[in-house]
C-alpha cells in the first residue's frame, strides 16, 4: 500500500490533463513576449539595458500568479467532489482528511508549480543582462514558492467549506486579497484612529506598522533587493516565516474540517442565521418580501430567479463603497500629492478590473447552477421561451451591475477633467490623455456587454470555476496577449529600422482596434451559439462542443504518433 494513495491517483489524472502541459508553455510564452516588449522599448527611448527592470517586470507577473494560483486551481477541488456526492464515498476506507487535503493540494498545485516555473529561466536573464544578484534572484524564488503555497492552501480551505463553484472562487479571491492587504492596511487604520483619540503624532500608527506590517507577502517582496535586505534581513525572514506558519495553519485547518465537510447541507433563510437576518434588514415583512417576489414574476420570472439573492447586489455597493473610502483615506493621509494623474489612472484600472472579473464571475452562474440541478430543463418544458430567460438573466445582471457602471463613468469623467485642468497642459498630451479616458470609458460597458454573452455561452457548455476563467480568459486576457505580441513586433521592427514612426497615438490606436474586434468576435459567436443552440446545449452536458481545446490536443498527439 502507498504512503498517499489519494496523492498517486490524483497526481495520475493530472498527468492525463491537457492543461498541465499547456499552461507551463503559455506561462513561459507570456513571459517571453513581457521580455521582448520590454527590450524593445527601452531600445525606443535610447535607454541603457539593464536586467532590473526585465527582473521586476516578470517577478510582478510570477507574483501575480502565485497568489491568485487559488482561486484558479484550488477553489473548487473539494465543492466539486461535494456536489457530485462522491467526496463521502472516500472516508468510507481508512482515509483521514489529511490525505485527501494532501492528495488534493498536490494534484491541483500541479499546474501552477509547472506555470511558476517556466517564469524562472526567463527571470534569471536578469542575471546575465546586469543589475540582478544571485541572492535577490534566490529570495525572490524562495517568495514566490511560499506565496504559491499559501494561495492554494487558502483556495483548498475555502473549497472545503463551500459548496458552489463561483461563490467559492470569490471567496478564495477576497481572503487571498485580505492576505495581501488586511494586516498592513487595518494596522494603518487603527494607528490613524488610535493617533486622532489619543492626540499623538503618529506614535501608533508607527508602532503598529513596525509590529504587524510585515504580515504579508508584498513585504516579504518588498524586502528581495539588496539593498533592502542588507537593512534588517530578520524582516524578511520573519515575513517569509508567517507565510510559510500561515499557509500550513489553513492546511491543518482544511485537513481537521474535511472529513466532516461531506455532511454539510444548505441551509435556508428558514432556519435562521446570518442570511435570516440580513433578510429582516432587507424586508421590513414578510409581505414585503412576498410582494417583491410578485412584481418581478410578473415582470419576468427569469429575472426573478437571479434577483432573488438580493446580497449579490448589496456586495457590489458595498465594494464599491470601500474602494470609495480607502481613496478618500489615501488622499487624506497623503494630501496634495494624492491627487495626480498616476493615481487617478491607477484607480479607475483598479474599480474597471474589479467590475469585470466580477461580471465574469456573476454571468455563467445562474445558468451553471440551473443545468446542475436539472432546473433549466424543467423550465424549458414550461411556456417559458428562451429570448424570455435570456432577456431575464440580462435584467438581472444589468440590475446588479448597471449602476456602478454608471458610478465608474463618472468618476472617470471627474478624473479625466481634474487631470486636465491640473497637471495635462500640452495641445499633443491633451489629446492624447483625453483619447485614453474616452476609450477607457468606452471599453467599459463594451466589455459589459461582451463577457455577458460570453457569460452565457460558458454558463451553458461549462462548469464550475473554468467557465468563470474561460470568460475572463477570452473576455480580458486574450485582448491583453494580442496587442502585447503586436506592441512586440512593432518595437522589434522600429529598432531594426532605426525609426521613430511608433509613438503612442498609433500604439493607442492599436489597442483599441484589438479590443474592439475581441469584443465584436464574442459578442457575435457567443450570442448565435446561445440563442440557435440553447435547448441542445441545455439537455446535454459539455462533451465535444465545449471541450475544442481537448480535441485540439489530442489531435496533435495524433499527429505526433503518425
Same mark, same amino acid.
Given at each position: 500500500?502507498?504512503?498517499?494513495?489519494?496523492?498517486?491517483?490524483?497526481?495520475?489524472?493530472?498527468?492525463?490533463?491537457?492543461?498541465?502541459?499547456?499552461?507551463?508553455?503559455?506561462?513561459?510564452?507570456?513571459?517571453?513576449?513581457?521580455?521582448?516588449?520590454?527590450?524593445?522599448?527601452?531600445?525606443?527611448?535610447?535607454?541603457?539595458?539593464?536586467?532590473?527592470?526585465?527582473?521586476?517586470?516578470?517577478?510582478?507577473?510570477?507574483?501575480?500568479?502565485?497568489?491568485?494560483?487559488?482561486?484558479?486551481?484550488?477553489?473548487?477541488?473539494?465543492?466539486?467532489?461535494?456536489?457530485?456526492?462522491?467526496?463521502?464515498?472516500?472516508?468510507?476506507?481508512?482515509?483521514?482528511?489529511?490525505?485527501?487535503?494532501?492528495?488534493?493540494?498536490?494534484?491541483?498545485?500541479?499546474?501552477?508549480?509547472?506555470?511558476?516555473?517556466?517564469?524562472? *529561466?526567463?527571470?534569471?536573464?536578469?542575471?546575465?543582462?546586469?543589475?540582478?544578484?544571485?541572492?535577490?534572484?534566490?529570495?525572490?524564488?524562495?517568495?514566490?514558492?511560499?506565496?504559491?503555497?499559501?494561495?492554494?492552501?487558502?483556495?483548498?480551505?475555502?473549497?472545503?467549506?463551500?459548496?458552489?463553484?463561483?461563490?467559492?472562487?470569490?471567496?478564495?479571491?477576497?481572503?487571498?486579497?485580505?492576505?495581501?492587504?488586511?494586516?498592513?492596511?487595518?494596522?494603518?487604520?487603527?494607528?490613524?484612529?488610535?493617533?486622532?483619540?489619543?492626540?499623538?503624532?503618529?506614535?501608533? /500608527?508607527?508602532?503598529?506598522?513596525?509590529?504587524?506590517?510585515?504580515?504579508? *507577502?508584498?513585504?516579504?517582496?518588498?524586502?528581495?533587493?539588496?539593498?533592502?535586505?542588507?537593512?534588517?534581513? !530578520?524582516?524578511?525572514?520573519?515575513?517569509?516565516?508567517?507565510?510559510?506558519?500561515?499557509?500550513?495553519?489553513?492546511?491543518?485547518?482544511?485537513?481537521?474540517?474535511?472529513? /466532516?465537510?461531506?455532511?454539510?447541507?444548505?441551509?435556508?433563510?428558514?432556519?435562521?442565521?446570518?442570511?435570516?437576518?440580513?433578510?429582516?434588514?432587507?424586508?421590513?415583512?414578510?409581505?414585503?418580501?412576498?410582494?417583491?417576489?410578485?412584481?418581478?414574476?410578473?415582470?419576468?420570472?427569469?429575472?426573478?430567479?437571479?434577483?432573488?439573492?438580493?446580497?449579490?447586489?448589496?456586495?457590489?455597493?458595498?465594494?464599491?463603497?470601500?474602494?470609495?473610502?480607502?481613496?478618500?483615506?489615501?488622499?487624506? /493621509?497623503?494630501?496634495?500629492?494624492?491627487?495626480?494623474?498616476?493615481?487617478?489612472?491607477?484607480?479607475?484600472?483598479?474599480?474597471?478590473?474589479?467590475?469585470?472579473?466580477?461580471?465574469?464571475?456573476?454571468?455563467?452562474?445562474?445558468?451553471?447552477?440551473?443545468?446542475?440541478?436539472?432546473?433549466?430543463?424543467?423550465?424549458?418544458?414550461?411556456?417559458?421561451?428562451?429570448?424570455?430567460?435570456?432577456?431575464?438573466?440580462?435584467?438581472?445582471?444589468?440590475?446588479?451591475?448597471?449602476?456602478?457602471?454608471?458610478?465608474?463613468?463618472?468618476?472617470?469623467?471627474?478624473?479625466?477633467?481634474?487631470?486636465?485642468?491640473?497637471?495635462?497642459?500640452?495641445?499633443?498630451?491633451?489629446?492624447?490623455?483625453?483619447?485614453?479616458?474616452?476609450?477607457?470609458?468606452?471599453?467599459?460597458?463594451?466589455?459589459?456587454?461582451?463577457?455577458?454573452?460570453?457569460?452565457?455561452?460558458?454558463?451553458?457548455?461549462?462548469?464550475?470555476?473554468?467557465?468563470?476563467?474561460?470568460?475572463?480568459?477570452?473576455?480580458?486576457?486574450? *485582448?491583453?496577449?494580442?496587442?502585447?505580441?503586436?506592441?512586440?513586433?512593432?518595437?522589434?521592427?522600429?529598432?531594426?529600422?532605426?525609426?521613430?514612426?511608433?509613438?503612442?497615438?498609433?500604439?493607442?490606436?492599436?489597442?483599441?482596434?484589438?479590443?474592439?474586434?475581441?469584443?465584436?468576435?464574442?459578442? !457575435?459567436? !457567443? /450570442?448565435?451559439?446561445?440563442?440557435?443552440?440553447?435547448?441542445?446545449?441545455?439537455?446535454?452536458?459539455?462533451?465535444?462542443?465545449?471541450?475544442?481545446?481537448?480535441?485540439?490536443?489530442?489531435?496533435?498527439?495524433?499527429?505526433?504518433?503518425?
Amino acid at each position: 500500500m502507498t504512503l498517499f494513495p489519494v496523492v498517486e491517483r490524483e497526481l495520475r489524472v493530472s498527468s492525463r490533463r491537457s492543461w498541465t502541459y499547456w499552461g507551463r508553455s503559455v506561462s513561459g510564452l507570456l513571459a517571453l513576449l513581457i521580455t521582448g516588449w520590454i527590450l524593445a522599448l527601452q531600445s525606443i527611448v535610447q535607454v541603457r539595458t539593464t536586467g532590473q527592470a526585465l527582473f521586476s517586470s516578470i517577478s510582478v507577473l510570477a507574483l501575480l500568479v502565485s497568489s491568485m494560483a487559488g482561486v484558479t486551481y484550488t477553489s473548487d477541488c473539494i465543492s466539486s467532489e461535494k456536489r457530485e456526492g462522491t467526496l463521502g464515498l472516500l472516508f468510507l476506507t481508512d482515509l483521514k482528511g489529511f490525505d485527501v487535503a494532501l492528495g488534493k493540494l498536490t494534484a491541483t498545485s500541479l499546474g501552477a508549480f509547472y506555470g511558476l516555473l517556466a517564469l524562472l *529561466p526567463v527571470m534569471s536573464m536578469g542575471l546575465l543582462l546586469g543589475g540582478v544578484t544571485g541572492g535577490e534572484y534566490l529570495r525572490m524564488v524562495l517568495v514566490l514558492i511560499s506565496t504559491l503555497l499559501l494561495s492554494l492552501s487558502i483556495g483548498l480551505a475555502v473549497s472545503v467549506v463551500s459548496r458552489d463553484a463561483l461563490r467559492s472562487a470569490m471567496s478564495s479571491f477576497v481572503l487571498i486579497l485580505a492576505v495581501f492587504f488586511l494586516m498592513p492596511v487595518g494596522g494603518m487604520l487603527l494607528g490613524d484612529l488610535l493617533d486622532y483619540w489619543a492626540k499623538s503624532d503618529n506614535r501608533i /500608527r508607527n508602532s503598529l506598522e513596525h509590529s504587524i506590517g510585515w504580515m504579508t *507577502p508584498l513585504f516579504a517582496y518588498s524586502q528581495v533587493a539588496d539593498a533592502e535586505f542588507k537593512k534588517n534581513p !530578520s524582516l524578511f525572514w520573519k515575513a517569509e516565516a508567517w507565510i510559510g506558519g500561515l499557509a500550513l495553519v489553513v492546511l491543518v485547518f482544511a485537513s481537521l474540517r474535511l472529513p /466532516r465537510s461531506w455532511q454539510d447541507k444548505r441551509t435556508g433563510t428558514a432556519n435562521g442565521g446570518w442570511r435570516a437576518w440580513l433578510d429582516a434588514l432587507r424586508f421590513s415583512s414578510v409581505e414585503s418580501r412576498l410582494q417583491t417576489r410578485r412584481t418581478w414574476l410578473d415582470h419576468n420570472p427569469g429575472a426573478w430567479l437571479s434577483t432573488r439573492y438580493w446580497l449579490r447586489s448589496a456586495s457590489v455597493w458595498a465594494m464599491l463603497f470601500l474602494l470609495v473610502l480607502g481613496f478618500a483615506y489615501g488622499g487624506w /493621509r497623503a494630501g496634495s500629492g494624492w491627487w495626480n494623474t498616476g493615481i487617478y489612472l491607477a484607480s479607475s484600472i483598479l474599480l474597471h478590473l474589479i467590475l469585470k472579473v466580477w461580471i465574469a464571475n456573476e454571468a455563467p452562474r445562474q445558468f451553471i447552477e440551473d443545468r446542475r440541478t436539472g432546473a433549466l430543463e424543467l423550465l424549458l418544458t414550461t411556456a417559458f421561451d428562451v429570448p424570455e430567460l435570456l432577456a431575464g438573466r440580462r435584467i438581472a445582471l444589468m440590475r446588479q451591475f448597471g449602476a456602478p457602471i454608471a458610478i465608474a463613468l463618472l468618476f472617470d469623467a471627474i478624473f479625466l477633467i481634474s487631470s486636465l485642468r491640473v497637471e495635462i497642459s500640452g495641445s499633443d498630451e491633451q489629446l492624447m490623455w483625453t483619447f485614453l479616458w474616452l476609450l477607457r470609458m468606452l471599453f467599459l460597458p463594451l466589455d459589459a456587454v461582451t463577457l455577458f454573452w460570453l457569460g452565457m455561452w460558458k454558463g451553458m457548455t461549462g462548469t464550475g470555476s473554468r467557465a468563470a476563467s474561460g470568460v475572463v480568459g477570452l473576455g480580458l486576457a486574450l *485582448p491583453v496577449v494580442a496587442t502585447l505580441i503586436l506592441y512586440t513586433f512593432l518595437g522589434m521592427a522600429s529598432v531594426a529600422g532605426q525609426t521613430s514612426w511608433v509613438t503612442p497615438m498609433l500604439l493607442l490606436c492599436i489597442w483599441a482596434v484589438i479590443c474592439g474586434l475581441n469584443s465584436f468576435i464574442w459578442i !457575435s459567436r !457567443s /450570442r448565435r451559439i446561445v440563442v440557435n443552440q440553447f435547448r441542445e446545449l441545455a439537455h446535454h452536458r459539455p462533451d465535444g462542443r465545449a471541450s475544442w481545446w481537448s480535441r485540439l490536443w489530442k489531435r496533435s498527439k495524433a499527429g505526433s504518433v503518425a
